[in-house]
C-alpha cells in the first residue's frame, strides 16, 4: 500500500493564493507519476495537474496558467501552486499517484489515493 497525504487547503478569498502538499510513504517518488485531482458534491472527480519521473508537467485547461504542479524528489512530496483563486476552485483537492513512471492523456493509470483537503474559495 502506498500512503498519500495531503495539506495546505483552507478558506480564502477570491483572488489569493494556496499551496497545497502532498507526502507519500513510497520513496523514490522521481520514478512515478503524480497528480492531483478535485471534486466537489454531485460533481464528478476532475484531474487538474500531473508530473511525470522526468518532471515533465501538464495541467487542465481549466486552471492553465493560474495552477502549477511541482515535486522535491529527495522529500517524497509533490506541490500545487494555485494563484488567482476562484470561488469555481472550490473543492475537495485530492493527490493521487501511479504505479507507471509516464503520464498519460486523460488523467488516467493512477492507483494510490490521499484523503484529500478541502479548498473553499469565497467572493
Known amino acids: 500500500q502506498v500512503q498519500l497525504v495531503e495539506s495546505g487547503g483552507g478558506s480564502v478569498q477570491a483572488g489569493e493564493s494556496l499551496k497545497l502538499s502532498c507526502q507519500g510513504s513510497?520513496?523514490?517518488?522521481?520514478?512515478?507519476?503524480m497528480g492531483w485531482f478535485r471534486q466537489s458534491p454531485g460533481q464528478e472527480r476532475e484531474g487538474i495537474a500531473q508530473i511525470d519521473k522526468y518532471g515533465s508537467a501538464t495541467v487542465a485547461d481549466s486552471v492553465k496558467g493560474r495552477f502549477t504542479i511541482s515535486k522535491d524528489n529527495a522529500k517524497n512530496t509533490i506541490y500545487l501552486q494555485m494563484n488567482t483563486l476562484k470561488p469555481e476552485d472550490t473543492a475537495m483537492y485530492y493527490c493521487?499517484?501511479?504505479?507507471?513512471?509516464?503520464?498519460?492523456?486523460?488523467?488516467?493509470?493512477?492507483?494510490?489515493w490521499g484523503q484529500g483537503t478541502q479548498v473553499t474559495v469565497s467572493s
Open positions: 493521487a499517484a501511479s504505479d507507471d513512471g509516464y503520464c498519460y492523456a486523460g488523467f488516467v493509470k493512477f492507483t494510490y
Open positions: 513510497r520513496n523514490n517518488y522521481r520514478g512515478y507519476c
